[in-house]
């Protein structure tokens, strides 16, 4: 995993480039988290780790779906010598739980050997909008253990989500979430009805209450760890990448067994950016609730 750093640093650095034209545009890179990972090889069969698409990822949050598709063109029409592995466009076709984006994955290639051929780094692109979404995922992931981002967790919760996808896909033009409702009625009376039973903007208001920060970042990397049962977030910047991801690996291996911390390597372009990059490790999720609000309320 940490050799996918200088990879995973080259493709963060094109993207940044690409994404000028956004002045608010977001780009972060991180390496995939060790249970993520093992999750990954259990759920699928033939999972191989060394074809895996994404132990270095990159992302980057863009103003609207125009910006997305600008991006993704320059990705795909200037390959140089990397290798395309895959290009998955979630934002045409949604997957069944709400997820949308668009993902490209490329082979690590230059015209000289190098220790990093062949090795994959998958760039995300997504909107602003779906970027709430997806926090909003993975905070409820963190706080009650459903694990709606890997396919399980309750169904309730399953359909609030791809409930508001769609709603978030309405207004951004796109295609709606298989199997949601096409009326705008439908689907916002529907949305109601969970929240009047399960009072699901309560307990998302509710989780960005519990966090307390500790904070002590300072450098290119840098480490974040959520600890859920005393409520803190304690964060240390590394300016040397072999540190970071030998302090991570530590970490990883001392917290593994405590289901109530969750920690991540992570790097952005400007240190101010990190809580808007990994809003979910801040429990800043007030925009999606606004959303779900605005949905309910015009119901």
Known sequence: RSAHQYPMNTWQVRVRNYTRGDGDALVAQRLKRLPSIERKLARFENSQLDTMQDLGGVRAVLADVDQVRAVEKLLLSRPGNHVLKQHDDYLSMPKDDGYRSVHIAYAYGTRQPTPWDSYRIEIQLRTRLQHFWATAVETVDLFSGQNLKFGTGENWWREFFALMSSEIAELEGMPLVP??????????????????????????????????????????????????????????????????????????????????????????????????????????????????NRAIAVG
């Open 179 to 292: 199997g949601t409702p096409t009326a705008r009625e439908e689907r916002r009376q529907r949305l109601e009805d969970i929240d009047a039973v399960h009072e699901v903007t309560a307990r998302l208001a509710s989780f960005k209450q519990v966090i307390q920060r500790s904070t002590a970042e300072d450098g290119k990397y840098i480490l974040l760890d959520l600890d859920l049962d005393d409520g803190t977030l304690e964060m240390v910047g590394y300016s040397d990448d072999e540190a970071a991801t030998n302090a991570y690996a530590d970490l990883e291996t001392r917290t593994r067994s405590n289901p109530f911390r969750d920690v991540v390597l992570v790097s952005v372009d400007d240190a101010s950016k990190l809580q808007q990059a990994y809003p979910n490790y801040f429990v800043n999720i007030e925009v999606f609730i606004h959303l779900v």
